[in-house]
């Protein structure tokens, strides 16, 4: 006899239930794998960034990185790369000054450089990262690009728009040339 | 397992722990089967073994995300697959150690907490009518036929212990009748 909480399932249904296990199990992970965003978030705001920006970036930035894990393959592969890349147009800004509440006029010139500056890092390390694998690279250069941006864009927005601005500018001054010089050496391993 | 086959799920395991949903209908294809002839014989209990069984396989699919794709993904499910077998071994044991009573025992499911003098008097007489009748057989007649009860095949091959509890329970039906004359 079986266990009394379960019951023998006809094939059919268990191979529902199992396919219903596998992907409550994947979207369990991308849960539990988003946890940079969270802490992103909470280095945004401990470097000057405002509360409501900080929240309005990082609850859709959550949502897609969540999503992006579940699906998994290319996309979900972006992610962390794309996060870790995203750090430095997001502390860039706010590490040297001190922006609570935002930069002040005079400060408004450094925190717009060091997002380009943090952009260009960002795109380096998309780009380079994207051009070594052999198979998906395109996905996942978009994928890591946007989740970069988006995460880098909570930092500086402590620039306003033009630091916003210069660090899309930034992102592909950098990633252009590693791409092309990623591309001229052999490739190294497929996906990370 | 045939090697093509080993090959086939540890590539189809690394796609689905990848995200790949194609290779969610391959990898239950090959570890279904598996799964289940390898509960079945560990697990005497039909029902038990198919359980527990299905319960591997659901277990396989929710760490499939995490699968490493160095393992060797047949002998990772077989493990788990062990781990069911064996907590559905200790359930039967457990079962028939709280259900079997053995002749001379009162069944404590069968007790009524209120019963009639009457219903008392057929217990006991039953009891000890089926006491005598075990009482009548060869030692090791009355031995086969309570570990039978328990469940206790002890050393002895499946096909032997069969072929000696059929024998015990016709001798226990003749020695019944002899004494009770009941067909």
Known sequence: MARPDTAVLPLPLLRRRARRTYEGARLRCALVDAWPVPLAALLALRLGGS?????????????????????????????????????APLVLPGLMLDCSGGC??????????????????????????????T?????????????????????????????????????GLGAVPAIVFASSRTPAAPAP | MEAADRRALNAAMARLAEGDRSAFSPVFEILWPLLHSFARGLVRDAAEAEDAAQHALLKVFEHAPRFDPERDAAAWAVAIAANECRAAQRRLRRRRERTVPLPGEADPAA?????????????????????????????????????????????LAPATFRKRVQRATERLRAAWRSRHGTP
């Open chain 1, 51 to 87: 509360g409501t920006h900080v929240l309005a970036l990082t609850a859709p930035l959550l949502g897609a990185s969540v999503l992006l894990l579940w699906v998994g393959r290319d996309y979900g592969r972006g992610v962390w790369p794309g996060l870790a890349a995203g750090m």
């Open chain 1, 104 to 133: 002040s006029p005079g400060a408004q010139l450094w925190c717009q450089s060091s997002c380009v500056v943090g952009g260009v890092l960002a795109g380096v390390v998309v780009g380079w990262r994207a051009a070594r694998l």
């Open chain 1, 135 to 171: 198979t998906g690279s395109v996905r996942f250069g978009l994928v890591a690009a946007a989740v970069a941006l988006s995460t880098g864009a909570i930092g500086c927005l402590l620039g306003g728009v033009l630091g916003v601005a210069g660090m899309v500018v930034g992102f």
């Open chain 2, 111 to 155: 007790l009524d907490p209120h019963p009639d003098p009457e219903s008392e008097a057929i217990e006991r007489d039953l009891l000890a009518a089926a006491a005598e009748a075990l009482g009548a057989l060869r030692p090791e007649d009355a031995e086969t036929l309570k570990a039978a009860w328990r469940g206790d095949r002890s050393a």
